[in-house]
């Protein structure tokens, strides 16, 4: 796996200065001597001596060459610990270095560390959140041991490290209306090369000699008579699924709804509906490609081109990649006529359904004769702590959510709510989607 | 994004001070006691940095201002020395950088001029302890926030150093107390300070000279290149 990298430029820590705590050591040394000497004091002159030899001391030791600070980690990770390390190296005289680490939505945390050695100090963040990120930005300050020389704060970072979606353990998947081609992992309705049996035929031109049933033949043979006709099985041709998941990269809201305007940001430590919606389409895919379908991911926030439908585990990363760079990107252009899917797909549309974009595209697949089923990745919203306006509005776009669901629901779309804790909702999404798998209302 | 929604998102700006205001006392007692915050309103999750042993940066706070409280205490028992005491043990349990520490000492050391002099006792000697202490402490931890980890390593850096000047300070003031009974205040003094100012230049000169021996030797001066014209052509 690849490695992001921050480092300082030597050329720029090369600058020791005194701290003010260092003239306050000599003015006050001197201060104390002085007044010791005058008044003939020596319990007041001996408690300027300390002063004076510990700054001479460390004017003796000061450094003399430039601390490096590196920071790096992996490129990619997982949701839950995102580590990095940062390395410290020091020339002899450096004593303590005070480091700032900051992550955008995170509390940062300030350490002062010894630096007498160089060193390796490993970061860490807990993140439910994927997609691109960019993480540990370290304010660096260096010093002598007793701080009275230090040189100018620095920065290193942030590094960028993209956050992949973990894919979630899925049972049963819906199918397509029809399976394409002649191989595969399911059994389709036309007959073909495959186990299970469509019917038994007579024998003819093309039909390969092991398929002849020998029971059947030998129980239609005419008393006295000689083999007529000979008898085959014929067999249910196997077959694969193309599934396209269609990504609503539009919107990126997460569970506070106040968070929804621009007042307020997102907390790092909940998921988004974004978050949501890679999450599902990578558990989703995942399940589909270990079977051995092909599926494809179109980005309704982009106008490029989709990944075309294919199978495999390199397939798995590619789409993954795809699902941690989608982000919503300014105000989305409306397209004109709906993205162009293979035909006979089975099409999975992750969206919030908040506005009526993805609800419209959805229709017209389905009208057109694809298998639609729409995956709900709104979070579960926080509302109790909304003042009256925003729980007013909330109520408004919730019931036009619902009238826009219900429509589609009309219209043949099937629906699916993908839960956002694995815990509790793992069961109630395995559940509606075998209640998918197992609704067969179309021939293959 | 609903518009409705983002609109009023942004108007929440402006409304968040009208509805302080509006607020009932139930509302704020409940945000005070921390029962219905909004979740933007918990606290942040932080980021972990994984280092050795270590102590919160406010552990050291106060840990500056009790010493200050306890060389206060081997001071005297005068009200003002305590009020002013109390005051800078405060200032340097809050910022421990700058010129508190020492501008503490600078007082502990005239506030020594109105006690009669007298013999050295113990509390001479940890007084000086202490002050040595607290001077080191403070800048050493100027930068460390009171929430900040420190690791105890930076402490125990400080030990070999903090000892070596707080033994030989030590010497001094026990040669100082020795000769300042036979009634040698002012000679004594002077010899002392002359062999620290001895000591002091002899480990300058030899850093110096350490230095300049390091130094790598100055590079051969290159040919000059063919058609460089002299000076007068």
């Given at each position: 796996?690849?490695?992001?990298?921050?480092?300082?430029?030597?050329?720029?820590?090369?600058?020791?200065?005194?701290?003010?705590?260092?003239?306050?050591?000599?003015?006050?040394?001197?201060i104390?001597?002085?007044?010791?000497?005058?008044?003939?004091?020596?319990?007041?002159?001996?408690?300027?001596?300390?002063?004076?030899?510990?700054?001479?001391?460390?004017?003796?030791?000061?450094?003399?060459?430039?601390?490096?600070?590196?920071?790096?980690?992996?490129?990619?990770?997982q949701?839950?610990e995102?580590?990095?390390?940062?390395?410290?190296?020091?020339?002899?005289?450096?004593?303590?270095?005070?480091?700032?680490?900051?992550?955008?939505?995170?509390?940062?945390?300030?350490?002062?560390?010894?630096?007498?050695?160089?060193?390796?100090?490993?970061?860490?963040?807990?993140?439910?959140?994927?997609?691109?990120?960019?993480v540990?930005?370290?304010d660096?300050?260096?010093?002598?041991?007793?701080?009275?020389?230090?040189?100018?704060?620095?920065?290193?970072?942030?590094?960028?490290?993209?956050?992949?979606?973990?894919?979630?353990?899925?049972?049963?998947?819906?199918?397509?209306f029809?399976?394409?081609?002649?191989?595969?992992?399911?059994?389709?309705?036309?007959?073909?090369?495959?186990?299970?049996?469509?019917?038994?035929?007579?024998?003819?031109?093309?039909?390969?000699?092991?398929?002849?049933d020998?029971?059947?033949?030998?129980?239609?043979?005419?008393?006295?008579?000689?083999?007529?006709?000979?008898?085959v099985?014929?067999?249910?041709s196997?077959?694969?699924?193309?599934?396209?998941?269609?990504?609503d990269?539009?919107?990126?809201?997460?569970?506070?709804?106040?968070?929804w305007?621009?007042?307020?940001?997102v907390?790092?430590?909940?998921?988004?509906?974004?978050?949501?919606?890679?999450?599902?389409a990578?558990?989703?895919a995942?399940?589909?490609l270990?079977l051995?379908?092909?599926?494809?991911?179109?980005?309704?926030?982009?106008?490029?081109?989709?990944?075309?439908?294919?199978?495999?585990?390199?397939?798995?990363?590619?789409?993954?990649?795809?699902?941690a760079?989608s982000?919503?990107?300014?105000e989305?252009?409306?397209?004109?006529?709906?993205?162009?899917l293979?035909?006979?797909?089975?099409?999975?549309?992750?969206?919030?359904?908040l506005?009526?974009?993805?609800?419209?595209?959805?229709?017209?697949?389905?009208?057109?004769g694809?298998?639609?089923?729409?995956?709900?990745?709104?979070?579960t919203l926080?509302?109790?702590?909304?003042?009256?306006?925003?729980?007013?509005?909330?109520?408004i776009?919730?019931?036009?959510?619902?009238?826009?669901?219900?429509?589609?629901?009309?219209?043949?779309?099937?629906?699916?709510?993908?839960?956002?804790?694995?815990?509790?909702?793992?069961a109630?999404?395995?559940?509606?989607?075998?209640?998918?798998?197992?609704?067969?209302?179309?021939?293959? | 994004?609903?518009?409705?929604?983002?609109?009023?998102?942004?108007?929440?700006?402006?409304?968040?001070?009208?509805?302080?205001v509006?607020?009932?006392?139930?509302?704020?007692?409940?945000?005070?006691?921390?029962?219905?915050?909004?979740?933007?309103?918990?606290?942040?999750?932080?980021?972990?940095?994984?280092?050795?042993?270590h102590?919160r940066?406010?552990?050291?706070?106060?840990?500056?201002?009790?010493?200050?409280?306890?060389?206060?205490?081997?001071?005297?028992?005068?009200?003002?020395?305590?009020?002013?005491?109390?005051?800078?043990?405060?200032?340097?349990?809050?910022?421990?950088s700058?010129?508190?520490?020492?501008?503490?000492?600078?007082?502990a050391g005239?506030?020594?001029?109105?006690?009669?002099?007298?013999?050295?006792?113990?509390?001479?000697?940890?007084?000086?302890?202490?002050?040595?202490?607290?001077?080191?402490?403070?800048?050493?931890?100027?930068?460390?926030?009171?929430?900040?980890?420190?690791?105890?390593?930076?402490?125990?850096?400080?030990?070999?150093?903090?000892?070596?000047?707080?033994?030989?300070t030590?010497?001094?003031?026990?040669?100082t107390?020795a000769?300042?009974?036979?009634?040698?205040?002012?000679?004594?003094?002077?010899?002392?300070?002359?062999?620290?100012?001895?000591?002091?230049?002899?480990?300058?000169?030899?850093?110096t000279?350490?230095?300049?021996?390091?130094?790598?030797?100055?590079?051969?001066?290159?040919?000059?290149?063919?058609?460089?014209?002299?000076?007068?052509?």
């Amino acid at each position: 796996m690849t490695q992001s990298q921050q480092s300082i430029e030597p050329s720029r820590q090369h600058r020791w200065v005194l701290s003010s705590a260092a003239g306050a050591w000599a003015i006050g040394g001197v201060i104390l001597l002085v007044v010791g000497l005058i008044t003939r004091r020596s319990d007041v002159a001996i408690l300027g001596v300390p002063l004076i030899v510990g700054l001479v001391w460390t004017w003796i030791h000061r450094p003399s060459g430039a601390a490096q600070v590196q920071i790096y980690g992996a490129s990619m990770a997982q949701p839950g610990e995102v580590r990095a390390q940062v390395d410290l190296e020091a020339t002899p005289g450096v004593g303590t270095g005070h480091l700032r680490v900051r992550a955008q939505g995170y509390r940062a945390t300030e350490v002062l560390v010894d630096l007498a050695q160089p060193r390796t100090i490993e970061l860490a963040m807990w993140t439910v959140r994927t997609g691109r990120r960019a993480v540990f930005d370290i304010d660096y300050l260096s010093g002598t041991a007793d701080n009275l020389l230090r040189s100018g704060p620095l920065s290193a970072g942030p590094i960028e490290i993209t956050v992949l979606p973990k894919a979630r353990p899925v049972r049963e998947l819906p199918l397509p209306f029809r399976l394409q081609g002649m191989t595969g992992p399911h059994v389709s309705r036309r007959p073909g090369d495959g186990d299970d049996l469509h019917d038994i035929d007579l024998f003819r031109p093309g039909d390969r000699l092991r398929r002849i049933d020998w029971r059947v033949t030998a129980r239609r043979l005419a008393p006295g008579l000689g083999v007529s006709d000979l008898y085959v099985r014929r067999t249910l041709s196997m077959a694969d699924a193309s599934v396209m998941l269609v990504l609503d990269s539009r919107d990126d809201i997460g569970p506070d709804v106040a968070t929804w305007g621009d007042s307020a940001a997102v907390r790092q430590d909940e998921a988004t509906s974004l978050d949501l919606a890679r999450e599902a389409a990578a558990s989703i895919a995942r399940r589909y490609l270990d079977l051995g379908d092909r599926v494809g991911l179109e980005d309704l926030g982009r106008l490029r081109r989709p990944v075309a439908p294919a199978g495999g585990r390199q397939q798995f990363h590619r789409l993954a990649q795809q699902l941690a760079w989608s982000v919503p990107e300014g105000e989305p252009k409306p397209r004109r006529r709906p993205p162009r899917l293979p035909s006979g797909a089975l099409i999975l549309v992750f969206s919030t359904f908040l506005d009526d974009e993805a609800a419209r595209l959805a229709q017209i697949w389905r009208h057109a004769g694809h298998r639609v089923v729409a995956i709900d990745v709104l979070p579960t919203l926080v509302t109790h702590h909304l003042t009256s306006r925003l729980a007013t509005a909330h109520r408004i776009v919730a019931m036009e959510r619902n009238d826009r669901l219900t429509e589609l629901s009309r219209t043949g779309v099937e629906l699916v709510r993908w839960h956002g804790d694995p815990a509790a909702g793992s069961a109630a999404v395995d559940v509606a989607l075998t209640a998918l798998a197992r609704t067969r209302t179309v021939r293959r | 994004m609903s518009r409705i929604l983002s609109v009023l998102g942004d108007r929440t700006k402006i409304n968040t001070v009208r509805r302080r205001v509006g607020d009932s006392r139930w509302q704020r007692l409940g945000r005070a006691l921390r029962v219905d915050r909004s979740p933007a309103q918990r606290p942040l999750p932080p980021v972990t940095v994984k280092i050795g042993p270590h102590l919160r940066g406010w552990h050291l706070r106060l840990l500056i201002g009790l010493i200050g409280l306890g060389c206060t205490a081997l001071i005297g028992s005068a009200p003002f020395l305590w009020v002013i005491s109390i005051a800078l043990c405060l200032l340097m349990a809050i910022r421990p950088s700058g010129p508190v520490p020492v501008i503490f000492a600078v007082l502990a050391g005239l506030a020594l001029l109105f006690i009669p002099p007298g013999p050295w006792q113990w509390r001479s000697y940890l007084l000086l302890f202490g002050l040595h202490l607290l001077v080191t402490l403070g800048p050493a931890l100027a930068n460390a926030a009171p929430g900040s980890l420190v690791e105890l390593r930076v402490l125990t850096n400080l030990v070999p150093r903090f000892l070596i000047i707080q033994l030989g300070t030590q010497l001094c003031a026990f040669a100082t107390a020795a000769l300042s009974t036979q009634h040698y205040a002012l000679t004594w003094l002077a010899s002392v300070a002359m062999v620290i100012l001895a000591a002091a230049a002899w480990l300058v000169l030899a850093r110096t000279r350490k230095t300049l021996a390091q130094q790598p030797p100055s590079a051969p001066p290159t040919r000059a290149h063919y058609d460089d014209r002299r000076w007068g052509d």
